[in-house]
T-cell receptor, first 116, second 111 residues
Framework: AQSVSQHNHHVILSEAASLELGCNYS??????LFWYVQYPGQHLQLLLK??????LVKGIKGFEAEFIKSKFSFNLRKPSVQWSDTAEYFC??????????????FGTGTLLAVQP | KAGVTQTPRYLIKTRGQQVTLSCSPI?????VSWYQQTPGQGLQFLFE???????NKGNFPGRFSGRQFSNSRSEMNVSTLELGDSALYLC??????????FGPGTRLTVL
């Protein structure tokens, strides 16, 4: 069965520190990959997505993620975090099957707290 | 462009009752997906509707059902509520099989 693992459940960083959140998935076929963010009191928002092509994907607010197929990973990175990045981050995947399927499998989420 | 809207935002029910939640997608979007979010299980896919037909289904019991209308609005119904159904129910819309945009959710509490 398809699954997504986020190994960091709670991360605390100081402003300007670099961020890397781990995400690994298990699925035998082609997948689409996503990172969503949920700021306090707000909706889930898409940070970035990978469907195909360049494995290094750039998203909003300075975030990027790299798809490493051999490691089944899609780690999220940001070189310098800000207090406003405090949020919960979700990695998600879906079977590609020639396109998206709208059946997202989410990881358990990583709660990021950035201290000013 | 207005985002995904969900009504009601909060709901309290008792065990055994049934509940209907509503989702209005972004204008022009034809796909609506539903997810359940709980502290223990995280975000789990319930089902997806596209052009009034259920296109994908998750692993939830038959008490969870849904439908989609010709204007793409969708409703989700849960019958015979159990305490474990207490959750945040999220709706997401997309034009077809592409990026999903999420609504604010309906917080259901079952007493």
């Amino acid at each position: 069965a398809q699954s997504v693992s986020q190994h960091n459940h709670h991360v605390i960083l100081s402003e300007a520190a670099s961020l890397e959140l781990g995400c690994n998935y298990s699925y035998g076929g082609t997948v689409n990959l996503f990172w969503y963010v949920q700021y306090p009191g707000q909706h889930l928002q898409l940070l970035l997505k990978y469907f195909s092509g360049d494995p290094l994907v750039k998203g909003i607010k300075g975030f990027e993620a790299e798809f490493i197929k051999s490691k089944f990973s899609f780690n999220l990175r940001k070189p310098s975090v800000q207090w406003s990045d405090t949020a919960e981050y979700f990695c998600a995947t879906e079977p590609a099957n020639g396109g998206a399927t709208n059946k997202l499998i989410f990881g358990t989420g990583t709660l990021l707290a950035v201290q000013p | 462009k207005a985002g995904v809207t969900q009504t009601p935002r909060y709901l309290i029910k008792t065990r055994g009752q049934q509940v209907t939640l509503s989702c209005s997608p972004i204008s022009g979007h034809r796909s609506v997906s539903w997810y359940q979010q709980t502290p223990g299980q995280g975000l789990q896919f319930l089902f997806e509707y596209f052009s009034e037909t259920q296109r994908n289904k998750g692993n939830f019991p038959g008490r969870f059902s849904g439908r989609q209308f010709s204007n793409s609005r969708s409703e989700m119904n849960v019958s015979t509520l159990e305490l474990g159904d207490s959750a945040l129910y999220l709706c997401a819309s997309s034009f077809d099989a592409d990026t999903q945009y999420f609504g604010p959710g309906t917080r259901l509490t079952v007493l």
